[in-house]
């Protein structure tokens, strides 16, 4: 299931705007969609001896859209023309993700 983005804080990586999701952690570029992630390399006895640098996957994982902030502090949102289908694009009308959205919110009707 995803998590509600629109929850999760903003981080910056090597200058890159990222949204993190609250649920998973995970960490999604707003510039260019892409989740971010670090390898962790073990030694012999399983134990972490060095965290690699954050690299970005190969595939899109969340749609991007424009924001700008016009002379008067109003937000402008210009919506992607990409019509290719992404998997999370279900998460924007699918009903069980809507409910957990809610109940996120404090907002759940029971």
């Known amino acids: 299931m995803g ?5 999760g804080d ?3 990586i090597s200058g890159d705007p990222c949204v993190k999701c609250p649920w998973h952690s995970y960490l999604v570029s707003l510039t260019c969609g892409k989740k971010y992630s670090q390898t962790v390399e073990f030694d012999s006895r ?3 001896k060095r965290v690699n640098a954050w690299s ?4 899109q994982q969340q749609r991007v859209h424009h924001v700008a902030v016009d002379a008067n502090g109003g937000v402008i949102v210009t919506l992607s023309k990409d019509s290719a289908a992404m998997k ?3 998460y924007a ?7 957990c959205f809610e109940k996120a919110l404090g907002n759940s009707k029971r």
Not at 3 to 7: A, R, S, Y
Not at 56 to 59: F, L, M, N, R
Not at 93 to 99: G, K, L
């Open 88 to 90: 999370s694009d279900k």
């Open 56 to 59: 970005t996957g190969k595939t």
């Open 46 to 48: 399983g134990k972490p």
């Open 93 to 99: 009308t699918d009903a069980e993700a809507s409910r």
């Open 3 to 7: 998590g509600p983005l629109t929850l």
């Open 10 to 12: 903003i981080e910056e």
